[in-house]
Each structure stands twice: as structure tokens, then as C-alpha cells.
């Protein structure tokens, strides 16, 4: 049977920050349970393609990129990057060795 797990709190905390330093070129989706959360939902185009892949309407965590301390959903089950085909050779060896043996 098909499990839910919930990513490592430092896992998920490396996601962000590699986000904040990343955010031209990539967003991240968080999944909690049924929920969806964005760190920003003012990047029209990764919220179209967030919307376009999945997620109907996903919510922005609370703080978002503004605050020092976003707070992420706290049983975080799935995250997603995304980023546009011209930034992919950049994006995706970079969250490979982000994830390597956590995910």
C-alpha cells in the first residue's frame, strides 16, 4: 500500500534556504497532506506552471520569502522544483546534490 512520509526537517530547511538563493531561477512546491504551499505566489510563471502541473491553487507559506523564518508546513510529504527548460542544466545537478542520500 501506498505510504505518506514526512521529509526530514533538514532536508526540507536545506530546500528553503538553497530556494531563497535560488528564487530567479526556481520555485519549490511543499505538499502537506491535501494542502499546497508556494514560498511565493507572485512569480506568475511558476505559479501557472505549479497550477499547470498539479495544484489547483496552491497557498503561500506563511512569511513567504519576506521573513527569516517562513514557516513551512510541518509534515511536509512531497516537494517539488520547478524552473524554466533554459535554467534546467543549471537547477537540476544542483537539487540532485542537495537531496543525495536524504530523498
Given at each position: 500500500?501506498?505510504?505518506?512520509?514526512?521529509?526530514?526537517?533538514?532536508?526540507?530547511?536545506?530546500?528553503?534556504?538553497?530556494?531563497?538563493?535560488?528564487?530567479?531561477?526556481?520555485?519549490?512546491?511543499?505538499?502537506?497532506?491535501?494542502?499546497?504551499?508556494?514560498?511565493?505566489?507572485?512569480?506568475?510563471?511558476?505559479?501557472?506552471?505549479?497550477?499547470?502541473?498539479?495544484?489547483?491553487?496552491?497557498?503561500?507559506?506563511?512569511?513567504?520569502?519576506?521573513?527569516?523564518?517562513?514557516?513551512?508546513?510541518?509534515?511536509v510529504n512531497l516537494m517539488r522544483v520547478?524552473?524554466?527548460?533554459?535554467?534546467?542544466?543549471?537547477?537540476?545537478?544542483?537539487?540532485?546534490?542537495?537531496?543525495?542520500?536524504?530523498?
Amino acid at each position: 500500500p501506498l505510504q505518506s512520509v514526512t521529509l526530514p526537517d533538514k532536508l526540507v530547511k536545506e530546500v528553503v534556504e538553497w530556494g531563497r538563493s535560488n528564487r530567479g531561477d526556481a520555485s519549490i512546491l511543499f505538499v502537506d497532506g491535501d494542502e499546497h504551499y508556494v514560498m511565493d505566489r507572485s512569480d506568475e510563471y511558476a505559479l501557472f506552471m505549479h497550477k499547470h502541473l498539479l495544484d489547483p491553487d496552491p497557498l503561500q507559506v506563511e512569511g513567504g520569502w519576506s521573513g527569516t523564518s517562513p514557516k513551512i508546513p510541518g509534515h511536509v510529504n512531497l516537494m517539488r522544483v520547478i524552473c524554466s527548460p533554459e535554467k534546467m542544466d543549471i537547477v537540476k545537478p544542483q537539487v540532485q546534490r542537495l537531496v543525495a542520500g536524504q530523498a
